[in-house]
């Protein structure tokens, strides 16, 4: 018996490698270092085999796939705060910018018809921040109210108000 223990660790993937390439020499396939590099090719700036920053890589694949109008939309509902200021942001939030079309929820009545007056100020806001023609129109919501319908059928009337009278 031979007083070796067997190999472990790096010590066994050195072992493994040193046999994989001496297999590799025997058979005449081992890796051969490049000895220049090819130069008969020509390279121009904007080659796709150059590195490119992530923000720009992002900016042409949006650009290939036509999402301009998709990105722009959600960069003014992520930046809603910003983008009409706090106080306006702190009393209705965004759900929707369609074809245009900004669809705005208000905390309050109160809140919807004030917002319904300063539409055309919403809409320079939106325009300064993202561009013309992002946003067209406004349609602002007022709080969503119970829904007392339940099931398919339901009678036309007044609801659970009226058992109260």
């Known amino acids: 018996m031979s007083d070796e223990q067997p190999l472990k660790g790096p010590d066994l993937v050195r072992a493994a490698l040193a046999e994989a390439k001496a297999a590799a020499r025997a058979k005449g396939t081992a890796a051969r270092k490049p000895t220049r590099r090819l130069t008969g090719l020509p390279r121009s700036p904007g080659d796709a085999r150059d590195p490119v920053l992530f923000g720009s890589a992002i900016q042409r694949l949006i650009a290939e796939r036509g999402w301009e109008d998709t990105t722009t939309a959600a960069g003014v509902l992520a930046n809603w705060d910003k983008v009409v200021g706090a106080e306006i942001a702190d009393h209705c939030r965004p759900v929707s910018l369609i074809d245009g079309e900004l669809v705005?929820?208000?905390?309050?009545?109160?809140?919807?018809?004030q917002l319904r007056l300063l539409t055309k100020t919403l809409l320079a806001r939106v325009r300064d921040a993202?561009?013309?023609?992002?946003?067209?129109?406004v349609v602002v919501r007022g709080p969503a109210q119970p829904d007392w319908r339940k099931?398919?059928?339901?009678?036309?009337?007044?609801?659970?108000?009226d058992t109260y009278g």
Do not use: C
């Open 104 to 113: 705005l929820v208000a905390e309050s009545t109160a809140w919807a018809t």
């Open 130 to 137: 993202a561009g013309e023609g992002v946003a067209t129109k």
């Open 151 to 161: 099931g398919p059928r339901r009678v036309q009337g007044r609801g659970p108000r």
